[in-house]
């Protein structure tokens, strides 16, 4: 017997949206979070703007030890864990704890905390051979990035399974197919699965600006993102988390717990093309979301809803918008497809969670996202990407895709009312 | 109607860039000899630090190994994942023409417990000590952790599943049997393994903070597990990359599978918790025995994770004897990374590498500068024992709490 | 330092910059082979304007990343320092 996989609670971290409630209002109201960035002097960058998380590790429920010890992306997906679980409203302590696993997504980990003691230890840079009398204690839990599953699990009390996942900017997108593999695979019964990063440092901007992906509208940074829309200049950093509770459906069912879709469907290729580069095909995007497609048993037209990778860069909005007509055919034009990033920023490992997320609510809803600030059409992206205001849609199969460094390409499908078209 | 043969993950290459030798046949020659390696910490910038020994990879030449450009485009790491992936599907006859006839079915698994922390501290100190203006474009795609999987997936033209867990010790085993996994739902093959390079300035301050690192700065006596001197682990570099294939495929092609990946089961009880890995880890070979279908007697060598810290290596011993019952005192158990040094995730494929060739040649490798255990353990010591071994138990714990277990069965398993 | 770039200059950045060696007789005797084709690719190009725009202290065009051959860069970089000198 084929094991299902319901997602039965939602916790998120997202700039302008803390907590679920707080995020789909966002999304609904079509409003952006993006802004100069705050959180260093910023000058001398190419772009210098971003979606900076207003967040308040203990205001939203952190107790202080857990605040003074973890770095900011592991406060983002212990906050969104604690919701996510009490959303669920599962036991844990009442589970078998080696039938709990974590599956966890982050692109760049404990960088930003890295590069503040390398400042210290170097000198500002000057020296080669660091002082290591200057570093900070427990350094080595942002060295190594399994420190973010390990850390969760550990509040949970899993004893499962538990993996941190770190495939570039699709790392949220697979932490949440491995966790599917996982409970469907039988390795688990109950998976606390999503991604966050907190990439908002000199570092991680400077690398993005020497490659010109994001955006230099430092001048309007409400409108710097603007996925699909002609006169887009490249993505705009963001930050945060999002963590679902998975569990078998019979599981679920068992105990009772309220089912807010099934996660039906994961594939993932890489394009073996360029690190950074994309194919204005996007052949291999189209496979995965084929791929993910047969996972769930659904044919392209059960789709009602294409939840876009959609950064705002000139290269990916093409690639992507070719890659979905090539899998779903003339359905694409029928088919709602936005980009949260227009609101939310690009927040790397953790996107794709949260973006899963956001799925789950449209279903919830019964409601598409917009794609804030599209305003003027590229011929080359000419499908309908929802813009500026939410728009009520029946739902039932939802499709999240997303495209990372080094060629990863991801889709993940999320299903209502599972009634198979195949 | 009859179902269709279980598709089964076959290891049909192996590639090594160890401290102990950068190839196969040279990897081997100084694990069954028992020789060890470790040294005096040689790498520029790390001389002062009170980290002293480790094992360096000090035969490598990377401008022998990758092209010019990933001198300058990608960090260390890469270059050992580049060349063990090389190797390793030089070794099962996969060139390019054999993946490029269906690369959707051909991918790249790695784990990776650092990233590329060299590269990335010579772009901070562009950045800190010149301006933001100075951080050049490859630091984007060097420094993560996803860097070795996208560029052996680009540079082999491999387009199917690629994934990069990004983990503790214990992830390297959990990385092969990612690959396993892959092949068993439909991919062919799947170069899957690890490399380590964290023997950079800035990375071994970061690796100060852990209190399991020896504070010895005798090569022979920094790391002893299982003896009265454990006192840490000594870290290192290096690894390995293997061709996980499916056997049925490799059958066709006329390539011997050497081994079958036959089980693997994970846990996790706490960063440091060693007391509690005890269970943990045997659940691990509980598990990984079931999928196997591998009965405890079966086991004909354990490859200890052998972390070298007191509590650590008695609940080692203990999970082995929980989980293999009595036969846990008697099965041969070694621990050649002793005398090459833990590289992180990376440890235990090396370990798997040494599985696999214990198997063909018979024969399992000692445990260097290990001698006078105090655990009830059959543990090899002193010189390679002569054994025939059919089924191998490998066994990995990581520093922020991961156990896992991996079962490898000799040749082809279930063929017809 | 002069203020016009040569293809001594360029075959060095190359080097530099992307690990990519073509000597600059090879650049001089064929400036219309692709950037691409001698193994320099977006990235790289990226990181040689970045390194002569600190070089020089002046902003490149923002068409300079996207020049397909050594000869439109050069031109176009020479062109942009002349004028900025």
């Keep these: 017997m084929t094991r299902r996989v319901a997602v039965t609670g939602i916790g998120v971290v997202a700039p302008g949206g803390i907590g679920a409630p707080a995020f789909w209002d966002l999304l609904a109201g079509g409003r952006t979070a993006t802004r100069g960035i705050t959180f260093f002097d910023p000058a001398g960058l190419r772009s210098r703007i971003a979606a900076e998380c207003d967040f308040d590790p203990v205001a939203a429920g952190l107790d202080g030890e857990q605040a003074a010890r973890c770095d900011r992306y592991i406060q983002f997906a212990l906050a969104a864990g604690e919701e996510a679980v009490r959303d ?174 099934e996660l039906s469907g994961y594939a993932t290729f890489g394009n073996a093309y360029h690190m950074t580069g994309l194919t204005s095909e996007g052949l291999e995007m189209a496979r995965a979301i084929e791929a993910a497609l047969d996972h769930a048993r659904l044919d392209g037209s059960a789709i009602d809803y294409v939840n876009a990778h959609g950064s705002g860069t000139r290269q990916n909005d093409r690639h992507e918008t070719a890659a979905v007509k090539r899998a779903l055919g003339h359905h694409a034009y029928d088919t709602p497809m936005s980009s949260i990033k227009s609101m939310v920023g690009h927040s790397l490992g953790a996107i794709g969670a949260i973006e899963v997320v956001a799925c789950v609510l449209a279903l919830a809803h019964q409601a598409v996202p917009p794609t804030a600030n599209y305003e003027t059409p590229d011929p080359e992206c000419d499908l309908d990407y929802v813009p500026r205001a939410a728009r009520e849609r029946k739902l039932n199969s939802v499709l999240s895709v997303g495209s990372g460094f080094g060629g990863f390409q991801s889709a993940v499908i999320l299903t209502r009312q599972r009634e198979r078209t195949r | 109607m009859s179902a269709p043969p279980k598709r089964r993950a076959a290891v049909t290459g192996i590639g090594v860039v160890a401290p102990n030798g950068t190839s196969t046949e040279n990897f081997w020659k100084s694990t069954q000899e028992g020789v060890s390696v470790l040294d005096r910490v040689t790498r520029e910038g790390c001389g002062h630090l009170p980290l002293k020994v480790a094992g360096e990879v000090r035969s490598f030449d990377p401008s022998a190994a990758v092209e010019e450009r990933y001198l300058v485009q990608t960090d260390r790491f890469t270059h050992f994942a580049m060349a063990a992936a090389d190797a390793a599907l030089e070794d099962a006859r996969l060139g390019r023409a054999d993946t490029g006839r269906a690369p959707f079915s051909a991918g790249v ?154 089980g693997h089961a994970a846990t996790f009880t706490g960063a440091s918790c060693w007391e509690l890995s ?86 399992i490798p000692p445990t260097p500068n290990v001698f006078d255990i105090c655990h009830d353990l059959d543990l090899v010591t002193g010189c390679a024992r002569t054994a025939q071994v059919g089924t191998a138990l490998v066994l990995s714990r990581g520093l922020m709490g991961s156990n896992s277990a991996l079962v490898l069965r000799h040749g082809a398993v279930g063929a017809p | 330092m002069s203020d016009r770039i040569t293809v001594e200059e360029l075959s060095d950045l190359m080097k530099r910059t992307a690990g990519v060696a073509v000597s600059p007789e090879e650049l001089a005797e064929r400036p219309d082979t692709a950037f691409e084709e001698l193994g320099i690719d977006s990235l790289g190009l990226l990181g040689i304007v970045g390194e002569l725009e600190n070089r020089h202290g002046v902003p490149m065009p923002p068409d300079a990343e996207h020049c397909k051959t050594p000869r439109k860069f050069l031109d176009l970089v020479n062109s942009t320092l002349l004028a900025g000198a």
């Excluded at chain 1, 997108?173 to 039988?186: C, I, R």
């Excluded at chain 2, 983990?167 to 380590?196: F, N, S, Y």
């Design chain 1, 88 to 261: 669920s409203g599962i036991d844990l302590a009442g589970e078998n704890p080696w039938r709990v696993a974590v599956s966890l997504g982050t692109a760049v980990g404990g960088t930003t905390r890295l590069e503040n003691d390398y400042v210290l230890v170097s000198h500002r840079g000057e020296r080669w051979d660091v002082d290591h009398s200057r570093a900070q204690p427990h350094l080595e839990r942002a060295f190594t990035p399994s420190t973010l599953a390990s850390t969760v699990a550990e509040r949970f009390g899993a004893r499962g399974p538990v993996q941190t996942v770190s495939t570039g900017c699709t790392s949220g997108l697979d932490a949440v197919g491995y966790a599917l593999h996982t409970v469907e695979e039988g390795r688990a019964d109950v998976c606390i699965a999503g991604a966050s990063d907190s990439p908002i440092s000199p570092i991680t901007m400077a690398c993005f600006d020497a490659i010109r992906a994001t955006s230099p509208n430092n001048d309007d940074p409400a409108h710097a993102s603007r996925p699909f829309d002609n006169d887009r200049d490249g993505f705009v950093m963001g930050e945060g988390g999002a963590v679902l509770v998975l569990e078998e459906l019979e599981h679920a069912r068992a105990r009772g717990a309220h089912v807010y879709c």
């Design chain 2, 109 to 262: 698994v790695t784990a990776a417990g650092s990233g590329g922390g060299e590269f990335g501290q010579g772009e901070l100190q562009k950045l800190w000590g010149k301006g933001s203006r100075y951080v050049g474009p490859w630091q984007s795609i060097a420094w993560f952790y996803a860097a070795s999987t996208g560029q052996i997936s680009i540079r082999r033209g491999f387009k199917g599943p690629c994934s990069v867990v990004a983990a503790d010790e214990a992830g390297g085993l959990d990385a092969l049997a990612h690959a396993a996994r892959a092949v068993e739902r439909g991919t062919d093959v799947i170069v899957a393994g690890a490399t380590e390079a964290p023997l950079a300035p800035y990375s071994m301050v970061c690796q100060l903070g852990y209190r399991e690192l020896s504070p010895v700065k005798d090569p022979a006596r920094a790391y002893r597990p299982f003896t009265e001197g454990a006192c840490g682990f000594v870290p290192a570099e290096g690894g390995a990359m293997l061709a996980v294939e499916e056997a049925g495929a490799a059958r066709e092609r006329g390539v011997p599978v050497r081994a079958t990946v036959a």
């Design chain 2, 278 to 363: 005890r269970e943990g880890l045997a659940e691990a070979i509980r598990g990984a025995l079931a999928e196997a279908g591998c009965a405890p007697e079966e086991v004909d060598v354990v490859f200890a994770d052998a972390l070298g810290v007191p509590e650590a290596d008695r609940a080692e011993a203990l999970a082995i004897a929980d989980a293999l019952g009595a036969h846990g005192r008697r099965v041969p158990v070694t621990a050649p990374k002793t005398g090459t040094g833990r590289a992180y995730c990376a440890a235990p494929v090396l370990d798997t590498v040494a599985a696999v060739l214990a198997m063909e040649h018979g024969l």
